[in-house]
């Protein structure tokens, strides 16, 4: 099957038919992955170059039931969640994942994913339809902005689109670009000014992962950015946030880091970073002379609060590795300065209030008290449960940092 078709950009939700509208010919013969936030479309019709302005669907009062599902380089994340009224936790699961399958976000073997998806749903016995997909990589972006004086929705898609030319850098050819209205006013002049959400994504990067889903069995309800997804599960909701403060969510994985910034109501600003619990088990591992893997267990047994000495170390040992240990973090508050800089550079930005942080890395004790000493704005562990009822048979014992985007994902908006 060509994958190479339009993929669109809508809201959390796929589009649902109005009461009493018939089933489409077409959806009652294909059994593919509809994906909700890069949703796929016109099978086989060329991509469209111009951005598809997202519709907000209406709400029924069906339970929708998910399952959030974020491959990443070294694990397997899922989470199954009820929508219905408020959203419950009834299932985690998560599996390690051997390296080079997924590195930097970016799928390189599709066939040997196919298969170890496959295995994993069986495993676990979890539902292979309504599975939302995580992703996050440098080759998507975000941005929001604000055009003024266009009315008329086809001036307004092309007006965007030359936007999009201007602030991103991706060929508008190999690119899915869409977009939502975040508001509109009319200034003193009587002038439309409409704030727009734009995300451009890499065709074949969507592509590549779709295409392991289907080869896994796997129908997709959406395809979602990890930055949403963990907004989703640990931004506070709206109206309770600080007056005028910015959310920052820090998501620390293996290899990599996604930043996300909220306005309280959308994601205004998110970046990957190239910085994860890998860097620091590089850093440990040049200065005891070991292998990354080697140097693994000793991350585990690490403090920053505590001047304790992991088992098999000496005294000196145990000092190079936190020497080496503070030097990454440090290099970790360096990037996410840069970050925020940037986003504060925006028309428009909001001052920070807090960080919060999470995934794997982001339990490491002492990295939040760290980081807010560097950076000079609270720094805070968030709890990846705060938004959801917790099932009975979810284990709630267990680390779960990692699991927040996957619990996000499974999280209607």
Excluded at 131 to 152: H, K, Q
Excluded at 209 to 235: P, S, T
Excluded at 367 to 381: D, M, N, T, Y
Excluded at 387 to 396: A, I, L, Q, T
């Amino acid at each position: 099957m060509d994958l190479r078709k339009e993929i669109k950009f809508s809201d959390l939700l796929p589009k649902r038919r109005a009461k009493g509208e018939p089933k489409p010919k077409a959806e009652k013969a294909a059994r593919e992955p509809r994906v909700s936030r890069f949703s796929r479309k016109n099978q086989d019709s060329a991509p469209t170059e111009t951005p598809k302005r997202a519709q907000k669907p209406k709400m029924s009062g069906r339970t929708k039931k998910l399952v959030g599902l974020k491959v990443g380089s070294s694990q397997i994340a899922a989470a199954r969640i009820v929508n219905n009224g408020s959203p419950q936790l009834v299932q985690i699961a998560r599996d390690e994942l051997d390296s080079g399958i997924v590195v930097g976000g970016e799928l390189r073997e599709t066939e040997e994913l196919a298969a170890v998806l496959k295995r994993f749903f069986r495993k676990h016995k979890l539902p292979r339809q309504n599975v939302r997909l995580g992703i996050s990589n440098n080759r998507i972006g975000v941005r929001a902005f604000e055009i003024a004086g266009v009315d008329d929705e086809k001036q307004l898609a092309n007006a965007i689109k030359y936007r999009a030319q201007e602030t991103l850098p991706i060929p508008v050819e190999e690119a899915v670009l869409d977009y939502q209205i975040l508001g509109e006013r009319t200034d003193e002049e009587g002038v439309l000014h409409r704030k727009v959400l734009l995300v451009v994504a890499y065709r074949d990067l969507i592509d590549r992962y779709a295409a392991a889903c289907k080869k896994a069995g796997i129908r997709l309800a959406g395809i979602d950015l990890e930055a949403f997804a963990i907004l989703r599960a640990l931004a506070p909701p709206p109206g309770d946030e600080a007056a005028g403060s910015a959310i920052v969510v820090v998501n620390v994985g293996h290899d990599r880091t996604t930043f996300a910034v909220s306005d309280g109501k959308t994601c205004e600003f998110t970046r990957v970073l190239d910085w994860g619990g890998r860097s620091l088990d590089m850093g440990i591992a040049r200065a005891l002379d070991l292998s990354p893997s080697e140097a693994a267990p000793i991350k585990l047994a690490l403090s920053l609060t505590e001047p304790s000495i992991p088992a098999g170390l000496t005294s000196d040992q145990a000092d190079r590795v936190r020497e080496a240990v503070v030097r990454e973090v440090h290099e970790f508050a360096r990037e996410l300065v840069s970050s925020l800089q940037f986003y504060q550079s925006q028309p428009g930005s909001l001052g920070i209030g807090e960080i919060v942080l999470t995934g794997g890395t982001a339990q490491l004790p002492g990295l939040a008290a760290e980081l807010s000493r560097l950076l000079g704005v609270r720094a805070r562990v968030g709890d990846p449960l705060a938004h959801v009822k917790v099932g009975k048979k979810v284990d709630r014992e267990q680390q779960l940092g990692s699991l927040t985007s996957a619990i996000g994902l499974g999280i209607e908006s």
